[in-house]
C-alpha cells in the first residue's frame, strides 16, 4: 500500500533566515539613525545633553528622525507577522546551532525588553507629535508644563534604555564569536538570496517603503491631514478692524479660536506657553489676533548703562547672538506653501549644519530653505516696531553667501526690503566691554531734579530727541539708562513695511492683532490663500530662545 509524500514546507529555512536577517539590518539601522536624530533634537532643548553635540548628526534631523522612526514601526510589525507566520507553519530558522542555544534563552527577555522599548518609543512619540500640542486646558499653565516634560523625558528615557539594550542585546554574540559570528545576522548567505521567495520579499519590501514614504510626505505635507484647522471668518470688505491689540471689534467676537502648546523657549514657564490665535479676511486681506501668556512684559532692550568707565550695554549673551535676559519680547509667525514637519522644513540644528558657510554662534542652527522657495515670516517685535504699528517684514529661503565683515551669518533668515524707515540700534560698534552711543538724550527728556533718571522708561528714544554723540556732551552720572533703540521719523516703507501690528501686554497676557493684503506681489512673501500652512513662535526677552509647536496651522476660508 503506497503512501502520498509528505508536503514540504511552504517555506524553506533558509527563505525565512534570509528574510529575518534582511529585517534585522533594517530595524537596526533605523533604531541607530532614530537614536542619533533623537539626541540631538533632545540636545537643542537639555543642556545636560551639549556634551554629546560634536558627535550628533546636523540639518534637517526632524524628518529624518520621523522617516526612520516610522520605518521602525513599520519593521517590528513585519518583524510579529513573521513569527506568527513561522508559528503556523512551524518553521524554525535559528541562526546559532544547537549547542549555542543558552545564548538564545538569555535572549528571549532581553528581546521582549526590546520590543518593549520599541512600543513605548511609538507610543511616547505619537503622544509628542500628536497630543502636544493641545493638551487639555489646564490651570495654571505650568501643570500643562511638567505634563509636557514628562512626555519628552519619557520618550528620551525609552531612548536612553535603548543603548543599554543594543549593547545587553549584541554584546554576548560578540563575546561567544567574534565579529565572524555577529555577521550572520546582518548579512544573508548567498545561497539565501537566490531564493526566488527571498527576492519577491526584498522587492515587495522596496515598493511598500517607497509607497510609504510617497504616502509621508503627502500626509505632511499635501493632504495636511494632522495640521491644526483655523477657520478665517469672513468680513466685509467695508468693515473697519482697528489694529490696536485689543481685539474688542466685533468681528473678533464671532471668529473661532484655536488653542496651541507651544514649548522649547526661553522664560515662560519652564519654556512653555499656551498661544490662542483667530483670524479674520476679507477679499483683500487677512488678519490674526494672537495672544499668548507672558508673565512680564519685557521692553528693556538691550538698554545702555553708563558707568563709571563710559557706556556698557546691558547684556547676557548678546555677543553670541542669544541673548536670554535683557531683550525684549516677540512673536513670530512662519508663512508657507508647504505644511511639511520642522516648519516646513526650515529648521536645520547643529553648530554647522551647512558645510560650506559659517557656524553659528550659539550651536542652535539655522533656518534655511532646502530649495528655492521662500517662506514669510512676520517678526513682531515689542521694541523695535510696536510703536511703529508694524511687524518686521522677513523671509526664510535659501541660504546666502556668508561676507567677511559681518559676524553674525542668519543663513536663509533674511529681511525684505526697504526703501526707509523704522530704528537704527544707537551704539557705533558693539563690544561686550563698552560701546560709544550714537546719540545722546537731549535735556528736557530728564526729570526736572536731576540729571541722573529720564522721564521716561528708557525702552526705545526717538531720533529727534537726541543730540549727535560728542565728547563734550557726555558729562551724564554713572548709573543713567538709555535706549539703545532709536526711532527714525518714519515706519518700515517697502516691503518690509507690509504688515501692520500693534500689540499690548496686561495681567499676565500679550494681545496682537496683524493684517497684511493677502497678496502682496513680492517675490518675498507668500501669498495668503486657503490651504496656506502657518507656524507662531513667542518669545520671552530672548533673542533666538522661542517656544514650538510641532503641527502647522492650516488656515481655511
Not at 528655492?372 to 523671509?395: E, F, M, P, S
Not at 526664510?396 to 559676524?407: A, D, K, Q
Request: proline content about 5%; glycine content about 6%.
Amino acid at each position: 500500500m503506497s503512501t502520498l509524500p509528505k508536503k514540504a514546507p511552504t517555506s524553506s529555512p533558509d527563505t525565512i533566515r534570509a528574510v529575518w536577517t534582511i529585517m534585522h539590518l533594517v530595524l537596526s539601522t533605523s533604531v541607530i539613525i532614530s537614536l542619533l536624530t533623537g539626541f540631538r533634537i533632545a540636545a537643542h532643548h537639555h543642556e545636560f545633553l551639549h556634551w554629546l553635540k560634536p558627535v550628533l548628526p546636523q540639518g534637517d534631523v526632524f524628518s529624518l528622525h520621523m522617516l526612520a522612526a516610522s520605518i521602525m514601526c513599520s519593521t517590528v510589525l513585519a518583524y510579529v507577522c513573521l513569527q506568527i507566520y513561522c508559528y503556523r507553519k512551524k518553521v524554525t530558522y535559528r541562526l546559532i546551532k544547537p549547542s549555542k542555544t543558552k545564548v538564545w534563552d538569555y535572549h528571549r527577555p532581553v528581546q521582549t525588553f526590546g520590543l518593549t522599548l520599541c512600543g513605548l518609543a511609538v507610543a511616547t512619540g505619537i503622544l509628542i507629535h500628536l497630543v502636544q500640542d493641545t493638551l487639555p486646558i489646564v490651570n495654571p499653565i505650568t501643570y500643562k508644563a511638567y505634563l509636557a516634560m514628562g512626555l519628552r523625558y519619557a520618550h528620551l528615557i525609552v531612548a536612553a534604555l535603548f543603548i543599554a539594550y543594543i549593547f545587553m542585546h549584541a554584546a554576548s554574540y560578540f563575546v561567544l564569536g567574534g565579529i565572524s559570528f555577529v555577521k550572520r545576522f546582518f548579512i544573508p548567505q548567498v545561497k539565501q538570496l537566490r531564493s526566488l521567495k527571498v527576492l519577491i520579499f526584498v522587492n515587495a519590501s522596496l515598493v511598500c517603503l517607497g509607497t510609504f514614504i510617497v504616502l509621508l510626505d503627502y500626509g505632511f505635507n499635501g493632504a495636511r491631514w494632522f495640521a491644526h484647522k483655523l477657520k478665517a471668518a469672513r468680513i466685509d470688505d467695508s468693515q473697519w478692524i482697528e489694529i490696536d491689540g485689543v481685539a474688542n471689534d466685533e468681528a473678533w467676537q464671532t471668529a473661532k479660536s484655536i488653542k496651541l502648546f507651544t514649548f522649547g523657549g526661553t522664560g515662560f514657564y519652564e519654556g512653555t506657553t499656551e498661544i490662542q490665535l483667530k483670524s479674520l479676511h476679507n477679499s483683500q486681506e487677512i488678519y490674526f489676533h494672537v495672544t499668548w501668556e507672558d508673565p512680564s512684559e519685557s521692553i528693556a532692550h538691550l538698554p545702555i548703562v553708563k558707568t563709571a568707565n563710559g557706556w556698557t550695554v546691558k547684556h547676557d549673551g548678546f555677543q553670541y547672538f542669544n541673548e536670554t535676559k535683557h531683550y525684549e519680547d516677540k512673536l513670530a509667525i512662519l508663512i508657507s506653501r508647504s505644511c511639511s514637519i520642522a516648519a516646513a522644513g526650515t529648521a536645520h540644528l547643529g553648530r554647522k549644519p551647512l558645510r560650506a558657510k559659517p557656524a553659528n554662534w550659539h550651536g542652535k542652527g539655522y533656518h534655511y530653505s532646502k530649495s528655492a522657495i521662500k517662506h514669510d515670516l512676520w517678526h513682531w517685535k515689542a521694541v523695535r516696531t510696536n510703536g511703529k504699528g508694524q511687524a518686521d517684514d522677513n523671509y526664510i529661503g535659501p541660504p546666502e553667501p556668508s561676507t567677511l565683515f559681518s559676524r553674525r551669518y542668519t543663513a536663509g533668515y533674511q529681511q525684505d526690503t526697504k526703501q526707509s524707515g523704522a530704528y537704527i540700534m544707537n551704539w557705533q560698534l558693539f563690544r561686550p566691554e563698552g560701546v560709544q552711543p550714537k546719540r545722546l538724550p537731549r535735556d528736557h527728556l530728564f526729570r526736572p531734579e536731576s540729571k541722573s533718571q529720564l522721564s521716561q522708561p528708557p525702552s526705545y528714544g526717538t531720533w529727534f530727541d537726541y543730540a549727535a554723540y560728542r565728547q563734550q556732551l557726555d558729562n551724564f552720572p554713572a548709573g543713567l539708562v538709555i535706549p539703545s533703540v532709536l526711532y527714525r521719523s518714519n515706519q518700515f516703507e517697502g516691503d518690509r513695511g507690509d504688515v501692520r501690528a500693534r500689540g499690548v501686554w496686561s495681567k499676565g497676557f500679550w494681545s496682537l492683532e496683524l493684517v497684511r493684503r493677502k497678496n502682496t506681489q513680492s517675490d518675498n512673501d507668500v501669498a495668503v490663500t486657503d490651504g496656506t500652512c502657518i507656524w507662531v513662535s513667542a518669545f520671552d526677552h530672548a533673542q533666538i530662545g522661542h517656544t514650538r509647536h510641532l503641527r502647522p496651522i492650516e488656515i481655511n476660508f
